[in-house]
């Protein structure tokens, strides 16, 4: 977990395993393609539609663990939506955007480690 963020981000539930995994993962290995990309929140309004138990937060969990685990392969995730890349173009602008961002925090880091002193 990250401190300051637990809800967020504790481990997955049983429920989030075992029921609402599966069927995301299900539904993101059919958007294939920047046209069928799905928003966080039109995921989460259609599952709730169905009766699942779900919200924003818990989502983007899920689906870091569905990225990171292999589940579905090649899911990125733009202004659209979440999809599945259909060129190695794509992936690896994906990746040098997530390098960016990265570093960005890291610097954001650094700089406040060296503020702590004027506390």
């Given at each position: 977990?990250?401190?300051?963020?637990?809800?967020?981000?504790?481990?997955l539930t049983d429920y989030e395993r075992d029921v609402?995994?599966?069927?995301i993962a299900y539904g993101l290995s059919l958007k294939?393609?920047?046209?069928?990309?799905?928003?966080?929140?039109?995921?989460?309004?259609?599952?709730?539609?169905k009766g699942y138990k779900i919200t924003e937060p818990?989502?983007?969990?899920?689906?870091?663990?569905?990225?990171?685990?292999?589940?579905?392969?090649?899911?990125?995730?733009?202004?659209?939506?979440?999809?599945?890349?259909?060129?190695?173009?794509?992936?690896?602008?994906?990746?040098?955007?997530?390098?960016?961002?990265?570093?960005?925090?890291?610097?954001?880091?650094?700089?406040?480690?060296?503020?702590?002193?004027?506390?």
């Amino acid at each position: 977990m990250i401190n300051g963020f637990d809800e967020i981000t504790r481990p997955l539930t049983d429920y989030e395993r075992d029921v609402l995994l599966p069927v995301i993962a299900y539904g993101l290995s059919l958007k294939v393609g920047k046209a069928t990309a799905i928003t966080n929140g039109r995921i989460c309004d259609a599952l709730r539609s169905k009766g699942y138990k779900i919200t924003e937060p818990r989502l983007r969990k899920i689906v870091n663990f569905i990225r990171t685990s292999g589940i579905v392969t090649n899911l990125i995730a733009t202004s659209k939506g979440y999809h599945i890349a259909t060129s190695l173009d794509e992936m690896e602008d994906y990746i040098e955007s997530l390098k960016a961002r990265e570093s960005a925090i890291r610097d954001v880091r650094i700089a406040l480690e060296g503020q702590k002193s004027a506390l």
